[in-house]
């Protein structure tokens, strides 16, 4: 199989990769330096690689780069940095969240997701979001804790 | 320093914004200009002889740059024994070959090594390297590994290690006793689970130093590196990144041996990342243990004595199952007072995935037998189970089995009440689904075993705008390790936290600080860091006494400035008394070395001595609805009360005993590493299920302050013992709720509907 030029939409940049087509989108990312991306699995078990796709939450392990090309890719990198977070991101350093950090951009993008469609979630649909985000450190409570106060404080 | 500014309070990590955001460079986000990458190739065996291997075609395959067997690395073997010890007390045949060459013992060890241009002519490479194999008969049962004629794991025999108990007259206890209760337990293997899989970069400097980047628990594996290698231990040196989890599976090495020797024979930098089926296959599994418990008690409830015989699967190599059978031997009578206790522990070897390290180290498998004793004997004797074990609990003063004085505070009794009460009322039954409550007990060790002669270093310095640097070689594996270090510092310094940094650990420029395993890194870097800290700020203090004309009693540091007591309008900015200082040439940086208590091993025949510096103490109680029909079974309330001694941030204490309640209740629920004649049949994250945000609710957390451990400011630790009441509570909800007993874990709806006699 021959590498195909594709164009990735990431993070507002424009990156033009010749790609065989059995390039997961997971791969391409992290070798174009996206390393917020983690790979925790490759069979979209852990949701460690998580990515908007056109604003839908995706295991990016799940899809193929040729499927990604011309799509908007949103990594959690690309939702905010140290100095200027996005408020999920804020709220999950404050809440006691984050621990050994792994999972946490997946999570982000989960909670971003579901924060898009739904911005007054309830603790449970805020479980059921991120359900398909592995965390091996926090017992998810903190981390559900975060995301709650983020739509809290945007109905105030 | 009665009154914290800065200890105590829940603050936001220094690590998490970063994380957060993923701009946190994990072990494998780090790029290196011609990085190679490489890959391990494994036995497909249990337990097979090796007629030859035949590394010719994948050489010659385009791309590859090296291809590594035993024959090309001097048939090198390493030594696996505890990590980071001087105490000189290293066990004779903890040592694994690093590539098999003749026989393989385990499905999934390693066979040979490559490196090449990607990471897919690397794969590729693999399926070229032709290994002819002679399956050989494997064990895979502790039980039958023990019997004569048992096929040999390795010489000269099965037998990794024996570990007992003798303390009072065993028959005498048991003939003073009322009842006995005998039953016998088993719990599975466990996988670690920990969201980044194994992962390094190594490359060889303009120095001939060896440099690996790599996710672990134990900087000291650098010494392991060289040995192996052959070379001095100055030309291996390990920087730590911010690892993605641990839980012990990265205590044993993982990378670091398969890196240094790819970069020492291809002279450039190598990758190597495990994948998850890898990882689970690579390293090292929670023991699988049965345990015949018998434990003799008077009507009144007193326990008159206590026999335990343990039997631990060590799995294809010792590693660490000496000392994790150790553990459980040292804390297989729970936190009771016995006179009489005979307890017989063995680790045996089997062709199974080895077992090594695991949040609790060998604490919560005995925990789970000897806390549903507990409950048996409650209900044997028609009593409370809290007013059983308030009957029998350890106090301060007390002496436990093997012999060692309990110095600090022991708040069982609070921690269980308030544990129980926080689950507040009792959900009816309905219909088919019966509730019921349980709550475990437990004590765990934190510190090492006091004959390692544990020791940890920090430096920390001030700069001569007042900021402050903490070098201290602490992996931090999510814990918040490094974070709380500069809570310590900032408190005894009086600077705000947001101008200490603590660096990541480098064997190059932190210094040693031991691993973080054992729940020791708060316990023993924290008070390294309180003595450096300490240390500079005495000098602070008594220059600043000469300058205010004030005794150095009556001056205080806070808020990045010094200052009087009874008047504090009376200042100094510190920087300025920093600037005081350097110009006088006074030291503003210390190295502190802290030592643990350093005692003789324990008697071998009798398991008498002082073992662990400290225990911590405490409870977790459950209420539990199971579905008689169906078997499963809903967590509806948990709440975890422990003696932390001392909560440095009390947000990340919250977060790890939570994070250990979720372990936890996985352990007790649903983790089960299935192993069918020495092959994993759960080799993946959908097949070896861990809990998830849905599967159990949130536990409440009740902090108890003792304020009496040894850690700094009275801390205990809380890493551990946060997971090693939760399965025997969990198990005796059960029991409450359906009238039946459980032994074994995980409590699967099929073993609640064999309990029922459903099935």
Same mark, same amino acid.
């Given at each position: 199989m021959e590498p195909r030029l594709i164009t990735l939409n990431i993070n507002g940049r424009s990156h033009q990769v010749a790609l065989k087509s059995n390039v997961t989108l997971l791969r391409a990312l992290r070798d174009l330096g996206y390393t917020d991306v983690k790979n925790g699995c490759e069979k979209g078990d852990c949701g460690a690689c998580a990515v908007l796709l056109n604003g839908r939450a995706v295991n990016s392990c799940l899809v193929l780069a040729w499927q990604a090309d011309g799509a908007e890719i949103v990594t959690a990198a690309g939702l905010g940095t140290v100095d200027h977070p996005h408020p999920i991101q804020e709220a999950l350093a404050d809440s006691g969240g984050v621990q050994c950090g792994f999972c946490i951009p997946g999570i982000v993008i989960a909670a971003k997701a579901l924060l898009d469609r739904n911005p007054h979630p309830t603790e449970e649909e805020i479980r059921e979001a991120i359900s398909g985000n592995l965390c091996r450190c926090t017992g998810y409570a903190l981390i559900v804790e975060g995301i709650r106060r983020v739509a809290e404080s945007r109905e105030s | 320093m009665a009154n914290f500014k800065v200890i105590g309070r829940p603050i936001r990590r220094f690590d998490a914004l970063s994380k957060a955001v993923g701009a946190t460079i994990y072990a494998d986000d780090y790029k290196m200009?011609?990085?190679?990458?490489?890959?391990?190739?494994? $036995?497909?065996?249990? $337990?097979?002889?090796?007629?030859?291997i035949d590394p010719r075609r994948a050489r010659a395959l385009p791309g590859v740059v090296c291809v590594l067997t035993a024959a090309d690395i001097g048939y090198a073997k390493m030594v696996a024994d505890i990590p980071g010890q001087t105490g000189q007390r290293e066990r004779p045949q903890s040592e694994t070959?690093?590539?098999?060459?003749?026989?393989?013992?385990?499905?999934? =060890? %390693?066979? %040979?090594?490559?490196?090449?241009?990607?990471?897919?002519?690397?794969?590729?490479?693999?399926?070229?390297?032709?290994? =002819?194999? =002679?399956?050989?008969?494997?064990?895979?049962?502790?039980?039958?590994?023990?019997?004569?004629?048992?096929?040999?794991?390795?010489?000269?025999?099965?037998?990794?290690?024996?570990?007992?108990?003798?303390?009072?007259? /065993?028959?005498?206890?048991? %003939?003073?006793?009322?009842?006995? /209760?005998?039953? *016998?337990?088993?719990?599975?293997?466990?996988?670690?689970?920990?969201?980044?899989p194994e992962a390094g970069v190594a490359w060889v400097d303009e120095r001939g130093v060896i440099n690996i980047r790599v996710s672990t628990q134990v900087m000291e594996h650098f010494r392991t590196v060289a040995r192996t290698l052959g070379i001095p231990q100055n030309r291996v040196r390990i920087q730590g990144a911010f690892a993605g989890g641990g839980f012990?599976?990265?205590e044993d090495i993982t990378v670091e041996v398969f890196l240094a020797l790819l970069a020492l024979h291809t002279r450039r930098p190598v990758r190597l990342a495990y994948t998850r089926e890898e990882s689970i296959l690579a390293h090292s599994k929670r023991h699988p243990f049965i345990m015949r418990y018998r434990i003799g008690v008077k009507r009144n409830g007193r326990i008159t004595a206590l026999q335990a015989d343990l039997i631990a699967d060590s799995g294809a190599y010792p590693y660490l199952s000496p000392y994790v059978s150790l553990y459980a031997t040292v804390m297989a009578t729970g936190p009771y007072r016995i006179d009489n206790v005979w307890v017989d522990t063995v680790a045996v070897a089997t062709n199974n995935p080895f077992t090594s390290a695991f949040r609790g180290f060998g604490g919560p498998q005995p925990c789970f037998a000897y806390e549903r004793q507990m409950d048996d004997i409650a209900r044997a004797l028609g009593m409370d189970p809290l007013e059983v074990r308030q009957i029998n609990y350890l106090r301060t003063g007390d002496t436990t089995a093997t012999g060692q004085v309990i110095q600090s505070a022991v708040l069982l009794e609070e921690s269980a009440r308030r544990a129980l009460e926080a689950l507040g009322e009792r959900t009816p039954d309905h219909g088919p689904i019966q509730v019921g409550r349980g709550f475990a007990s437990y004590f765990q060790s934190y510190g090492r075993l006091m004959w390692l002669h544990d020791t940890s270093q920090a430096w920390v310095g001030l700069e001569l705008d007042g900021t402050v640097?903490?070098?201290?070689?602490?992996?931090?594996?999510?814990?918040? !390790?490094? $974070? $709380?270090?500069? !809570?310590?510092?900032? =408190?005894?310094?009086? +600077?705000?936290?947001?101008?200490?940094?603590?660096?990541?650990p480098d064997t190059a420029l932190t210094p040693l600080a031991g691993t973080t395993t054992a729940t020791r890194q708060l316990y023993m870097s924290g008070n390294a860091v309180l003595q450096a800290a300490t240390s500079i700020r005495k000098t602070l203090l008594e220059r600043a006494s000469k300058y205010f004309e004030e005794d150095p009693d009556d001056l205080d540091l806070a808020d990045g400035r010094?200052?009087?007591k009874r008047d504090p309008d009376r200042s100094m900015p510190l920087p300025d008394l920093v600037r005081i200082c350097a110009a006088e040439g006074l030291p503003l940086a210390h190295l502190a070395?802290?030592?643990? &208590? #350093?005692?003789?091993?324990?008697?071998?025949? *009798?398991? !008498?001595?002082? +073992? #662990?510096?400290? #225990? *911590? #103490?405490?409870?977790?109680?459950?209420e539990v609805a199971v579905d008689t029909e169906t078997g499963q079974i809903e967590v509806l309330k948990s709440a975890a009360c422990h003696d932390v001694g001392r909560a440095i941030n009390p947000a990340a204490v919250i977060g790890q005993i939570q994070g250990g309640s979720h372990q936890g209740l996985g352990y007790a629920l649903m983790e089960n590493l299935i192993v069918e004649n020495g092959e994993i049949r759960t080799p993946s994250l959908s097949e070896y299920l861990i809990p998830t945000s849905v599967d159990y609710p949130t536990t409440q957390v009740i902090?108890?302050?003792?304020? *009496?451990?040894?850690?700094?400011?009275?801390?205990?630790? /809380?890493?551990?013992?946060?997971?090693?009441?939760? %399965? &025997?509570?969990?198990?005796?909800?059960?029991v409450d709720a359906i009238g039946k007993p459980i032994r074994e874990l995980p409590i699967t709806p099929e073993l609640v509907l064999r309990a029922l006699g459903k099935r």
């Open positions: - | 200009p011609g990085m190679l990458h490489g890959k391990v190739l494994r $036995s497909p065996y249990p $337990s097979a002889r090796i007629v030859r070959p690093v590539l098999a060459w003749d026989r393989v013992r385990y499905k999934g =060890e %390693a066979v %040979a090594l490559v490196a090449a241009e990607t990471e897919e002519i690397a794969e590729r490479a693999l399926e070229l390297i032709d290994v =002819e194999y =002679e399956p050989l008969p494997g064990v895979f049962d502790p039980l039958e590994a023990m019997k004569p004629g048992a096929p040999i794991v390795f010489e000269p025999d099965n037998i990794v290690a024996r570990w007992r108990i003798r303390k009072g007259d /065993i028959e005498a206890g048991f %003939a003073a006793a009322d009842l006995i /209760i005998e039953n *016998t337990y088993r719990v599975p293997f466990v996988e670690h689970a920990y969201l980044e012990g599976g990265k640097v903490i070098r201290c070689g602490a992996p931090d594996p999510g814990g918040g !390790q490094l $974070s $709380s270090l500069c !809570q310590i510092a900032s =408190e005894v310094l009086g +600077v705000p936290l947001e101008n200490v940094v603590a660096y990541t010094v200052f009087i070395l802290f030592k643990a &208590p #350093f005692r003789d091993p324990i008697d071998p025949e *009798t398991g !008498q001595g002082d +073992v #662990f510096p400290d #225990f *911590t #103490f405490g409870a977790f109680a459950v902090l108890l302050e003792s304020g *009496t451990g040894v850690g700094p400011f009275g801390a205990k630790g /809380i890493g551990e013992p946060a997971l090693t009441p939760v %399965a &025997p509570a969990v198990a005796n909800a059960v």
